[in-house]
């Protein structure tokens, strides 16, 4: 009965750790060059980040920001328009005031052959970046 008892005060002092490392792995992944890693690990970010209820999964806004920009590139690299264009709405949500996201979403409209939608989000990155 011991050894049990010890086996599962190992394993719910294991259980953060696992948890943090799978968030490390997922920032990394987020944060990289391949644009399939970035798509996974920041929607894994954002997933964790709906679903958590313990502080130490909680993403900070900024980070949120990041998270949802880096999987709007990908998804505009990848040719997946309307992905990009949704993340890249989302940033522009929480942080109305940043150039990139409409520039980002500008590219996306124009490569989605939408030249029209995307002119006023160029219009407005310039806008803030003057």
Request: net charge negative.
């Amino acid at each position: 009965m011991r050894r049990i008892l010890i086996g599962l005060a190992l394993a719910l002092i294991a259980l953060p750790a696992w948890a943090q490392s799978e968030a490390d792995e997922n920032w990394w992944k987020c944060n990289g060059d391949d644009p399939d890693f970035i798509i996974a690990g920041c929607s894994a970010l954002i997933q964790s980040n709906l679903n958590s209820t313990s502080n130490h999964l909680v993403n900070t806004y900024a980070n949120l920001l990041d998270e949802h920009y880096n999987r709007g590139n990908a998804y505009l690299h990848k040719g997946f328009y309307d992905q990009a264009i949704a993340d890249f709405t989302q940033v522009i949500a929480l942080e109305p005031d940043l150039a990139v996201p409409y520039n980002g979403r500008a590219w996306a409209y124009h490569l989605k052959g939408q030249d029209a939608k995307g002119l006023p989000d160029a219009n407005k990155a310039i806008a803030l970046v003057d």
